[in-house]
Nanobody
Framework: QVQLVESGGGLVQAGGSLRLSCATS????????IGWFRQGPGNEREFVST????????RYADSVQGRFTASRDSALNTMFLQMNSLKPEDTAIYYC???????????????????WGQGTQVTVSS
């Protein structure tokens, strides 16, 4: 079992920045990927980014490529999502999640992620 707790959400103006954190506990993350997904009002949950815990390899959705950066601190068992140049359409609840088969894929599919946090709200005003 992996427990995940998101933090760092809030209200920001368009063009601003936020850094989300995903603190993990419960087991070592070797072989896992930690991903971020988001769900805006009336929208399906969508992939944002994922990072391979062992190597730090990353994958991003086209909509955030060049604006968002994923990283991890192995000593803290925490993954970060630096979000710059935020847009109103980035408004959503952001969830982090753990994929136990991270050695084999950098998945953008929500159903590949077995463990989920409760989410943190990000609101970008225009």
């Amino acid at each position: 079992q992996v427990q995940l707790v998101e933090s760092g959400g809030g209200l920001v103006q368009a063009g601003g920045s936020l850094r989300l954190s995903c603190a993990t506990s419960g087991r070592a993350l070797s072989g896992y990927n930690i991903g971020w997904f988001r769900q805006g009002p009336g929208n399906e949950r969508e992939f944002v980014s994922t990072i391979r815990w062992n190597s730090g390899g990353t994958r991003y959705a086209d909509s955030v490529q060049g604006r968002f950066t994923a990283s991890r601190d192995s000593a803290l068992n925490t993954m970060f999502l630096q979000m710059n140049s935020l847009k109103p359409e980035d408004t959503a609840i952001y969830y982090c999640a753990a994929d136990p088969l991270g050695s084999y894929r950098l998945s953008a599919r929500a159903h590949d992620y077995h463990y989920w946090g409760q989410g943190t709200q990000v609101t970008v005003s225009s």
